[in-house]
């Protein structure tokens, strides 16, 4: 079992930027692709950027590429993701989330095993 938690939400003006974080715990780090989500009220689950596990490998959907970037650290069992630029259109709840072993696509969030509880992030105009 993976336990994650997210830290870093809050309130930023637009223009803002904000480092959200997700501390993993109950397997080994290095061995999990992490990826974060978003989810608006009424939307679906949104995909926002993933890395493998040597973090060699970063993926993000066009609607947040060169404003979203996301890092980690195997050492502190931690996966970043630093958002800049932020718009109102940002406002959400952010998740990060784990997959065990190889997975082809981690840009698809049924290949995630585990998740978190949730950050609001809210961006004001």
């Known amino acids: 079992q993976v336990q994650l938690v997210e830290s870093g939400g809050g309130l930023v003006q637009a223009g803002g930027s904000l480092r959200l974080s997700c501390a993993a715990s109950?397997?080994?780090?290095?061995?999990?692709?992490m990826g974060w989500f978003r989810q608006a009220p009424g939307k679906e689950r949104e995909f926002l950027a993933a890395?493998?596990?040597?973090?060699?490998?970063?993926y993000y959907p066009d609607s947040v590429k060169a404003r979203f970037f996301v890092s980690r650290d195997n050492a502190k069992n931690t996966v970043y993701l630093q958002m800049n630029s932020l718009i109102p259109e940002d406002t959400a709840v952010y998740y990060c989330?784990?997959?065990?072993?190889?997975?082809?696509?981690?840009?698809?969030?049924?290949?995630?095993?585990?998740w978190g509880q949730g950050t609001q992030v809210t961006v004001s105009s």
């Open positions: 890395i493998r596990r040597s973090g060699g490998d970063t």
């Open positions: 989330a784990a997959s065990e072993g190889y997975r082809q696509d981690i840009r698809d969030r049924y290949e995630y095993d585990y």
């Open positions: 109950g397997r080994t780090f290095s061995t999990l692709a």
